[in-house]
């Protein structure tokens, strides 16, 4: 049975990490979540749950507005050959999440450390990030250090790359 973010939360306090959570109503998409800025402080996230062609399961977190090329970012994460999105049924079996509140605190569920977590460089530069705790009916907002903290007690060593494009200035 996969954890619910009563169980999240208890895990945290485990580990000394101090989050704070906001309800909201569902969200499923980036578009969505836009709609809780100003209210919620720190960096917004997208997660990419991705297999290769070997079947090795990657998480790759970005801030929201992130560009990444999909037909190379598979030279960047170490995955073998290009990189396809993992169907909801496999991130529902092994990361226990529904698509729509994917997020790194899935580790918690992976207790075989199936998925590779990939933190993009960009995303670590805001000091706060924010995630759905296993849910997409709520936002926990973590600092950068705990979020990695977590990571590591759940047997998750996040791989800390540059995946994200530089955005292109408007000329």
Avoid: C, Y
Avoid at 53 to 72: N, P, Q, T
Avoid at 103 to 113: H, K, Q, S, V
């Amino acid at each position: 049975m996969p954890a619910t973010p009563d169980d999240l939360f208890a895990f945290f306090a485990k580990l000394g990490i101090a989050v704070t959570t906001v309800e909201h109503p569902p969200l499923f998409t980036v578009e969505d979540s836009k709609a809780l800025r100003g209210q919620i402080a720190g960096g917004h996230t997208k997660n990419l749950f991705l297999k290769d062609r070997k079947g090795r399961l990657f998480l790759v977190v970005l801030e929201e507005d992130a560009s990444v090329d999909l037909k190379r970012i598979h030279e960047i994460i170490g995955a073998q050959g290009k990189v396809s999105f993992g169907s909801a049924e496999l991130l529902t079996q092994v990361w226990g999440v529904l698509p729509g509140a994917v997020t790194p605190f899935g580790a918690i569920n992976d207790t075989e450390a199936q998925v590779t977590v990939v933190l993009d460089q960009a995303l670590l530069e805001n000091d706060k990030l924010n995630h759905h705790p296993l849910v997409n009916t709520q936002t926990t907002t973590i600092a950068r250090e705990d979020l990695i903290a977590f990571l590591r007690a759940t047997g998750h060593e996040p791989r800390i790359l540059a995946v994200s494009q530089p955005q292109q200035a408007d000329a």
